[in-house]
């Protein structure tokens, strides 16, 4: 929880300082190939949390696989490292990418269906979605569903799956008799 706080207050920092300077889709970039190399490269995290790795050598290291970022995100990576905070960068990109999401209106909604939707059934669906702001849509296949869809925006869940209505119907049959 205490790392959670600490990776919130640096991505804050580092969206006020790219909002300033005008590269927020710069950083934004930057941030997002660094946390879908990261995730995918469980060496790069051992390695960035590893105590016995000198911070001069991390610095070196990131400064070679990431040389194509820019000097904001270069120059803030370098402070995290210096600060030896640098177990917290995946957080701290994944909170940033969140924080400008909702800075710029957009909205994540996952819609999880049982087979490949239509695109008339996608477009049906999303025009039922009442956000203010941008939808950026991720798509998922779950076929435990049955039928049916779930859609999830942030905490809220909307269930309309077959498998879900089974549930509903057990549970009535039990509590009924």
């Known amino acids: 929880m205490k790392s959670t706080k600490s990776a919130i207050r640096y991505s804050k920092a580092l ?13 934004l970039n930057d941030m997002d190939f660094f946390y879908n190399t990261s995730r995918e490269n469980n060496d790069l995290l051992v390695f960035l949390k590893s105590p016995i790795i000198r911070s001069d050598k991390k ?4 400064h070679e696989l990431f040389s194509h970022f820019d000097v904001l995100t270069t120059s803030f990576m370098q402070l995290i490292i210096k600060n030896r905070r640098e177990a917290l960068l995946v957080e701290i990109a994944a909170s940033f990418i969140k924080l400008v999401k909702d800075h710029k209106g ?5 819609l999880i269906s049982a087979s490949v939707l239509s695109k008339e059934s996608k477009d049906k669906i999303i025009s039922k979605i009442k956000v203010s702001g941008q939808i950026e849509l991720t798509e998922l296949i ?3 569903l049955i039928g049916g869809f779930v859609v999830r925006i942030g905490d809220i869940q909307i269930d309309a799956s077959v498998n879900n209505q089974l549930k509903k119907l057990k549970l009535d049959l039990i509590t009924n008799n």
């Not at 610095?59 to 990131?62: F, G, P, Y």
């Not at 957009?106 to 996952?110: E, G, L, Y």
């Open 142 to 144: 779950d076929t435990r």
């Open 15 to 27: 969206l006020e300082l790219a909002i300033e300077q005008n590269k927020v889709d710069l950083v």
């Open 106 to 110: 957009i909205i994540p909604v996952t």
């Open 59 to 62: 610095l070196n290291v990131l």
